[in-house]
């Protein structure tokens, strides 16, 4: 027996929700079987696009840079609306998909790696990867590393109440003994009525000329602030607090734009 007929405007549909939500879920939407949404969707040629090795659909390649199984809709505003990500609408009989060229995403995607965590992606899931990305995923899992999010235990709560009491360590010497951030820290603090955890703030240490560089090329190379701290030895606060004196912000994007257009970094702070 025949199933009934797809329309125009369901194929552009189901091309529309393809790769945002499961087939399950796109077949109670459509009121089809989810054999019948998978034989269109091969039908419309719905999926990677990598058998030529030149495009993917935006949706999946969402899902493969961010370690997901749906796509989302803030992706598809953070990348494409506000970063700028080149997208191609690709037609495949009457209906129209987003697209992406790899070579161009690769391109997009080294000027943007600041914001991209390459720990959730699978290595080699979009073929060939450029040079760079190996020591960005790297980076990303060590960052991840050093921002501990597993839950406390009886035991680091009754060291840190221990370390708190005695008041000779600070804040960030506590994180780095603990492997936590000292967010995390004085976070934990709050929680168990400890106070606030001794601190050093960032006037509290001098800037050599040599530290100011290595951290402002740090920035440059889009190093996430928790590993330049690690690396520095200091407090992501103290790092942030000399970023944000000398070029009056600590987002690493607006501070990349800024040496971008003055065509150097600052010197020494003042």
């Not at 690690?230 to 004196?245: F, N, P, Q, T, V």
Request: proline fraction near 3%; hydrophobic fraction near 35%; charged fraction near 30%.
């Amino acid at each position: 027996m025949q199933g009934k007929r797809w329309t125009q405007e369901e194929k552009d549909k189901l091309a529309e929700l393809y790769g945002t939500k499961s087939l399950d879920t796109i077949a109670k939407i459509m009121g089809r079987s989810i054999n019948s949404i998978s034989v269109m969707r091969q039908r419309l040629h719905l999926g990677a696009f990598l058998e030529n090795g030149d495009y993917i659909t935006l949706n999946q390649l969402l899902k493969a840079v961010k370690g997901t199984k749906y796509g989302d809709s803030y992706s598809l505003l953070s990348w494409v609306k506000n970063r700028g990500l080149p997208i191609i609408h690709k037609r495949v009989g009457k209906c129209s998909f987003r697209v992406v060229r790899l070579d161009d995403f690769w391109k997009w995607a080294e000027t943007n790696k600041a914001f991209i965590d390459f720990s959730k992606m699978s290595e080699c899931i979009l073929g060939a990867e450029p040079d760079w990305v190996k020591s960005k995923r790297i980076e990303d899992t060590l960052c991840k590393a050093i921002k501990k999010t597993t839950p406390w235990t009886p035991l680091e709560d009754g060291r840190l109440a221990d370390y708190i009491r005695e008041g000779k360590k600070t804040g960030h010497e506590i994180a780095k003994i603990m492997h936590r951030s000292y967010g995390a820290v004085a976070k934990r603090c709050n929680d168990l009525g400890l106070g606030n955890p001794k601190r050093m703030t960032a006037h509290e240490h001098s800037w050599s000329n040599k530290e100011v560089e290595d951290v402002v090329k740090s920035v440059i190379a889009a190093t996430p602030y928790p590993l330049i701290a690690a690396r520095m030895d200091l407090s992501e606060k103290a790092i942030r607090g000399m970023l944000y004196r000398l070029y009056k912000t600590e987002n690493q994007d607006k501070i990349r734009a800024i040496i971008k257009v003055s065509g150097k970094s600052q010197g020494r702070e003042k």
